[in-house]
């Protein structure tokens, strides 16, 4: 009885699965091709060694039935300057990829481009083929690719990058880690040079001289090493330039941009004179912290001083122009604009003479800004914060400014006469950074002679008259 009962059973489920397989149907492949979001992948210039960001496209199944797409290949194969992901999987090879009735799968694309040791942007091209009911498709990969000089140090590696001399400037310099200027060396950088940094990345110089001798028309250029549009107005892509302890250095038509401090000058050799640093018709723009930054909060250092002249610093996060820990600075003729977008964005224009951090506590021996600019967003785009003492001194001196300050300070530091208040400078056009002024602006024929620039011109070669407040004269 229960013999036949089980054979009973097997013969039913034989006969179910029989049935059941019988029932099922092969899958029907759909016989059209694909759609892609775009035709060609275009990557802005990558420098050799240095990956891009990785871009994306997408493919389409625009049919309702599911389509089998035979073959994916990047042409080039393992020896491309491409590199492909289908649907998470790195590869240049990809057969039997089932794409489902109406739907779409992402490729993601990046390029490294190997050294070529020429001095000319060079292209790169290759495809990606896609095989679909025995028809191929393509979707061209294309990347400007640019040779530069490389600078890279790896302190932890005790691995240092030292400069002396003059950078030519056939190439770009790209900087990874740090490029250093060492005690007692001088680098120059010629006109007409650019910069890039890669992230976290620096130009330092400790106890040396540095000289950036950019001339009108041909700047130095200093900015992130990302050169794709999106990284355009990204601040924060690198540190910056930093002067410790240096002796007498010299910036002259730079464009700094992007960085978290444009330029740090923390201290000055000792065995110096003049100013540490003498920076003239550049501009600072953009910076995540600070466009220029004075810190004498180290005890153990000689104070710093900075010397500016036809200078614009302009949407920094915090500061555009910042003294900590007292020191020695003199502006003349510059533009200083608040106008961040940081979490933290201040006075454009923040001075103090103490540091709490390591209680250092000093004078400042020169505080001097004159035919200057100081206007922002902010009620406020001056911020002065000092603490008195008997064992130090202040000696401060504002005339010819246009300053944004919701009242009138009162202190003697200020000319009551010639320092203007809370006046709009109608500025052409802040959000495109132009800077010039209408003709009708209070900044026209407002400044003082007493404080003539050394050229005798503004940052754009046009020779003072009036002389108007700020960076630019007008014409």
């Known amino acids: ?175 990874y880690g740090a490029a250093f200027i060492d005690s007692a060396e001088t680098l120059n950088i010629q006109a007409g040079t650019q910069v890039f940094l890669h992230k976290n990345a620096a130009l330092y110089v400790y106890k040396g001289t540095l000289n950036i001798n950019g001339t009108l028309g041909n700047e130095v250029t200093f900015q992130g090493d990302r050169l794709e549009a999106f990284y355009d107005d990204v601040s924060g892509q690198y540190f910056g330039i930093f002067f410790d302890q240096a002796f007498p250095s010299t910036i002259n038509y730079a464009i700094i941009k992007n960085g978290t401090s444009g330029i740090q000058v923390n201290g000055q050799d000792p065995s110096a004179t003049g100013y540490t640093l003498t920076v003239t018709n550049t501009i600072v723009n953009n910076c995540s912290s600070y466009g220029i930054f004075l810190y004498n909060g180290d005890p153990n250092h000689f104070a710093g001083s900075i010397k500016a002249e036809n200078c614009i610093l302009s949407k920094n996060g915090v500061h555009s122009f910042i003294v900590l820990g007292g020191g020695a600075f003199n502006f003349n003729h510059c533009t200083l604009l608040g106008y961040g977008t940081g979490e933290n964005v201040s006075a454009a224009v923040g001075i103090s003479n103490f540091y709490g951090g390591t209680g250092v506590l000093r004078g400042i021996s020169e505080g001097t800004i004159t035919n200057s600019l100081m206007y922002g967003n902010l009620e406020y785009e001056l911020a002065i914060d000092t603490v008195p003492d008997i064992a130090v001194t202040l000696n401060f001196d504002f005339q010819f400014n246009l300053i944004k300050s919701a009242t009138q300070f009162t202190s003697p530091i200020f000319d009551p006469t010639n320092n203007i208040w809370d006046a709009d400078p109608l500025l052409m056009n802040i959000e495109e950074n132009d800077f010039h002024f209408f003709s009708t602006s209070p900044l026209n024929n407002s400044g003082g002679s007493i404080f003539p620039v050394t050229s005798g011109a503004d940052i754009e070669g046009v020779f003072r008259t009036g002389p108007d407040i700020g960076a630019y004269e007008f014409l």
Request: hydrophobic residues 40%; charged residues 20%; contains cysteine.
């Open 1 to 175: 009885m229960k013999k036949s009962f089980l054979y009973f059973f097997l013969f039913v489920l034989i006969g179910l699965t029989l049935s059941t397989s019988s029932c099922k149907k092969p899958l029907s492949f759909s016989n059209e091709n694909l759609s892609f979001s775009q035709d060609t992948i275009f990557f802005d210039t990558v420098f050799t060694t240095i990956g891009s960001v990785t871009k994306k496209f997408k493919l389409y199944n625009t049919s309702n039935k599911t389509v089998n797409i035979e073959q994916i290949e990047l042409i080039g194969g393992s020896s491309s300057s491409f590199r492909i992901n289908v649907d998470g999987v790195p590869g240049t090879f990809f057969d039997s990829q089932e794409l489902k009735g109406n739907d779409s799968l992402f490729i993601f694309v990046e390029v490294t481009l190997d050294p070529n040791n020429l001095t000319n942007p060079m292209v790169i091209e290759d495809q990606v083929r896609f095989r679909t009911n025995g028809k191929d498709q393509f979707v061209t990969l294309v990347a400007w690719g640019q040779d530069a000089y490389f600078h890279y140090s790896y302190i932890s590696a005790n691995i240092f990058d030292i400069n002396s001399g003059t950078w030519p400037n056939d190439k770009p310099h790209v900087i």
